[in-house]
């Protein structure tokens, strides 16, 4: 009996299915087709920052957001803080994009060319719906187009690159 032990261990291996670790485009035809992004070349400004790629959005514009899809969030009140609004836009953003890594980001300048103005308060950083940045991992996770395609109609804005108002050593993890 314990003779055909290994032999049984032998033919169970041999059936097992691995899949890969980090699926492909090529390994599974189940994975869309993810967005087309060039990385541009750090400027000055851009110098020991993160480079951001997303949609130029002001506070007054996720409030609005928030408040026209009132009827969408169970619960909702006229109590409602500004920051939750801010919080359930963002909410209402990965749901109706599908595409759950979207982050709310702060940002100093477009990464292109850091002279073009940002509509915001002078002096201040001003919000990025962040759906990737230049780091390797995040890239790997970016946005399908039709994911990109119902942003846009939605925030009615076309990303771009920017600077990360915040330096590496804020993160964890660099």
């Known amino acids: 009996m314990s003779s055909q032990m290994p032999?049984?261990?032998r033919s169970i291996k041999a059936m097992s299915l691995q899949q890969p670790r980090n699926p492909t485009?090529?390994?599974n035809k189940a994975i869309p087709d993810q967005i087309n992004l060039t990385v541009p070349y750090r400027t000055p400004a851009a110098k020991d920052h993160r480079?951001?790629?997303?949609?130029?959005?002001?506070?007054?514009?996720?409030v609005s957001y928030c408040e026209q899809n009132a009827h969408?969030?169970?619960?909702?009140g006229p109590?409602?803080?500004?920051?939750?609004?801010?919080y359930l836009a963002?909410?209402?953003?990965?749901?109706?994009?599908?595409f759950k890594n979207l982050t709310m980001e702060g940002v100093t300048c477009n990464a292109r060319d850091p002279s073009l103005k940002l509509k915001g308060s002078p002096g201040r950083s001003f919000r990025v719906v962040c759906v990737?940045?230049?780091?390797r991992s995040s890239c790997e996770k970016r946005p399908t187009q039709a994911q990109m395609d119902i942003?846009?109609?939605i925030i009615q804005q076309e990303p771009d690159w920017y600077v990360d108002v915040n330096p590496p050593s804020y993160y964890s993890g660099y």
């Open 7 to 9: 032999s049984l261990t």
């Open 151 to 153: 942003l846009r109609s």
């Open 25 to 27: 485009k090529a390994t």
């Open 132 to 135: 990737c940045t230049s780091m």
């Open 79 to 86: 109590t409602v803080s500004l920051g939750t609004k801010t």
């Open 72 to 76: 969408r969030i169970k619960g909702y």
């Open 51 to 62: 480079i951001l790629y997303g949609f130029p959005v002001s506070h007054e514009w996720l």
């Open 90 to 98: 963002m909410k209402l953003l990965r749901v109706s994009s599908r």
